[in-house]
């Protein structure tokens, strides 16, 4: 069974940066698209950023031109990068790979931001 983990996140104080990291326990075949969730307590979990396959972006207009998603197809990795974090940026961040049969889903990697 594939497992995807991901790593990075923390507690960071408003207007600093962190880079999650996420990639498979093995290989995905036919994935489609790579993404970042995130959920903030008592909050439904809302979509961060995408990216196909053919590298087309799609980021929430609450993150726009501070994050950046990015992959390393040698990795096999997704990545998140994330500068001038808010405390509005607070919350468990998902790491999710769709292919054409089945969509993945990280255990979640809890980010803080906080003076």
């Known amino acids: 069974q594939v497992r995807l983990v991901e790593s990075g996140g923390g507690l960071v104080q408003p207007g600093g940066s962190l880079r999650l990291s996420c990639a498979p326990s093995r290989g995905i075949f036919g994935v489609k698209q790579r993404g970042w969730y995130r959920q903030a307590p008592g909050k439904e979990r809302e979509l961060v950023a995408t990216?196909?396959?053919?590298?087309?972006?799609n980021y929430a207009d609450s993150v726009k031109d501070r994050f950046t998603i990015s992959r390393d197809y040698a990795k096999n990795a997704v990545y998140l990068q994330m500068n001038s974090l808010k405390p509005e940026d607070t919350a468990v961040y998902y790491c999710?790979?769709?292919?054409?049969?089945?969509?993945?889903w990280g255990q979640g990697t809890q980010v803080t931001v906080s003076s």
């Open positions: 999710n790979v769709d292919t054409w049969g089945q969509s993945y």
């Open positions: 990216i196909t396959t053919a590298g087309i972006t």
